[in-house]
């Protein structure tokens, strides 16, 4: 019998069908949901794959997501078998598993057409409460059993059918049963959307040449990654970092990373590191797996989508006793903190082997402010965002300013808007935080100041990191700033920190929190002076600091004075 094959026309209309389809389920999901994380935050992923579980397709979302969502494909059919049937749903979120933490669940569902299983869709998404020991957000947990509910591979409705018992144990096991559900079923939404596109598609070209299409796009990932690695000159690079602790007790926590180059292989080490640790920064090794194939894709082919072809020239090396291979039980909850680090220093080591692409270090955090109201008399209510920052300057651009970390990608805080109308709480200031990037020719990008007052008693949880380790600098940047967090109470005393388990705050409190800024890239002194004048205006460094920095006076009209101003050579 004659294999089927597809042109390359045919081939690059699947390649743009998946990933539009995969934009419909993520339309479909947000437009769904229920809870302000997922339809403002966006906190969520979702993907179109192959029968095999290969990548075919994926949307804007929180990138770190994408790199391992097959994962959970595959476990659901190594559990499964053949026992998988159209119309069923399964969900799981267990740590070790999927990497994540618990609060993200995903739901898996297979796509077939006259019969035939030809792919699965997937959405994984934030629920604001998994049942865990404290409401939203968990800081001090030690153990997996602390985090909520944990799943493995489970099916929740089979062959259209809904399993009562699991909805049940679900509504049980949280303290928001109505809109965790909702967000269940906008999933299960964003899945039947992927059947129903996946199926106008196949209908008109057929399973077999959808199939050989598919293996075209994954022959053409693997040959431009092939050709992208040799294209690097063969060599070693080393970088260590440190967070400031593992939320629950004070040491540092060290992040290590060997990069080596040779040839048309990309070989990643990352034996040095600490763990795993009492607290909940470890992670599955599939997150990590998933982070070091965002890292690579910020820096190699980053404009071709993830598929199933892509980062086999990519090797991982994980110590079985590492935070970023975490078995039980260690506690997983802010698991995305060391990733941010490790992805700063992937990228630190091949800007060394990529100089032309060369970009310093950024924030690194997801720098998350939490409130909540447990009291049913109240309402119950969680608010859950991550906070912008700067990113690290390019060797060919200043880095960016109030943007999201790069783990967290389409991840976005809550407009001020959304959060007054919905919670008792008030943005008091959003703002640019001045002289926070790192000088340098070019400059790191700005952190930001976010001002919240509380309107009624409820919980506060703070968690923000890369205090001992700033978003550093290269080829002679400066280190951008660290974060700063301070509460004033009504009573008049202020703490700072960085990092607050949840606990009672009273009406009137006022929550101040800046992020820190992108390291800068290249020699400040280098950076012309209209450029740090500009900087001045926009609000990006003050007065003090062109001097201080740039060896730049600017005067009273912000025009540079070049008389009192360093002379450039």
């Not at 077999?208 to 690695?229: K, L, P």
């Amino acid at each position: 019998m004659t294999q089927a094959t597809a042109d390359p026309v045919t081939t690059e209309v699947v390649r743009n069908f998946v990933i539009s389809c995969a934009e419909d389920m993520n339309a479909s999901l947000w437009r769904s949901a229920h809870s302000a994380v997922i339809y403002e935050g966006k906190d969520s992923a979702v993907a179109l794959m192959d029968a095999d579980g290969n990548m075919l397709g994926q949307s804007t979302g929180v990138p770190l997501f994408i790199g391992a969502i097959d994962v959970c494909v595959k476990h659901v059919k190594d559990y499964y078998g053949d026992d998988i049937a159209e119309g069923d749903v399964f969900i799981m979120n267990d740590s070790y598993l999927q990497g994540t933490h618990l609060h993200d669940i995903t739901a898996v569902g297979p796509l077939f057409h006259e019969g035939e299983l030809v792919g699965f869709g997937a959405a994984r998404a934030h629920w604001n409460d998994i049942g865990a020991m404290d409401p939203g957000t968990i800081m001090g947990s030690t153990n997996i059993y602390q985090e909520g509910l944990r799943l493995g591979p489970t099916r929740i409705i089979r062959k259209g059918e809904p399993l009562r018992e699991w909805y049940d144990l679900l509504r049980l096991n949280t303290r928001l049963p109505d809109a965790s559900i909702g967000d269940l079923g906008a999933q299960i939404a964003a899945i039947r959307t992927g059947q129903q596109r996946l199926q106008q598609l196949i209908g008109k070209i057929g399973p077999a040449t959808y199939r050989a299409a598919c293996q075209n796009i994954f022959e053409q990932a693997r040959r431009m990654d092939r050709e992208a690695i040799a294209a690097i000159p063969d060599g070693t690079w080393s970088r260590e970092g440190y967070l400031d602790n593992d939320g629950v007790g004070d040491e540092p926590v060290k992040v290590a990373l060997t990069l080596t180059v040779k040839g048309e292989e990309l070989i990643v080490d990352l034996n040095g590191t600490s763990g795993p640790v009492p607290g909940s920064v470890n992670c599955g090794a599939s997150q990590t797996h998933s982070l070091l194939r965002l890292a690579y894709k910020t820096m190699i082919n980053s404009d071709r989508a993830i598929t199933g072809g892509s980062f086999e020239t990519m090797t991982v090396i994980i110590p079985d006793e590492c935070m970023f291979n975490a078995g039980e039980p260690a506690a997983c909850e802010w698991y995305f903190t060391g990733l941010g680090l490790l992805a700063d220093l992937f990228i630190s080591c091949l800007s060394e082997a990529m100089p032309e692409r060369s970009t310093a270090a950024h924030y690194g955090d997801s720098m998350v402010m939490g409130f909540f109201s447990v009291d049913p008399r109240r309402g119950q209510w969680i608010s859950i965002e991550p906070t912008a920052g700067g990113w690290g300057g390019r060797s060919d651009g200043d880095g960016e300013s109030a943007l999201i970390n790069l783990v967290n990608g389409g991840f976005r805080n809550i407009p001020g808007e959304v959060m007054e109308i919905k919670f008792p709480l008030r943005l008091e200031e959003f703002s640019f935080r001045t002289d926070s990037g790192g000088a340098g020719r070019h400059r790191g990008g700005c952190g930001v100041v976010r001002r919240y007052r509380t309107l009624e008693d409820c919980y506060a949880a703070i968690w923000f990191e890369r205090s001992r380790t700033p978003a550093w600098g290269l080829n002679g940047g400066e280190d951008g700033a660290g974060p700063h967090v301070e509460v004033r109470h009504p009573d008049g005393t202020v703490e700072e920190l960085l990092k607050m388990r949840a606990r009672p705050i009273a009406a009137g409190t006022v929550v101040e929190t800046q992020t820190g800024g992108g390291g800068g890239n290249g020699v400040a002194r280098e950076r012309p002076f209209e450029e740090v004048v500009t900087d001045v205006r926009r609000g990006y460094v003050s007065v003090e600091g062109a001097m201080k920095d740039y060896g730049v006076k600017v005067g009273a009209d912000l025009t540079a004075d070049v008389a009192g101003s360093e002379p450039r050579t």
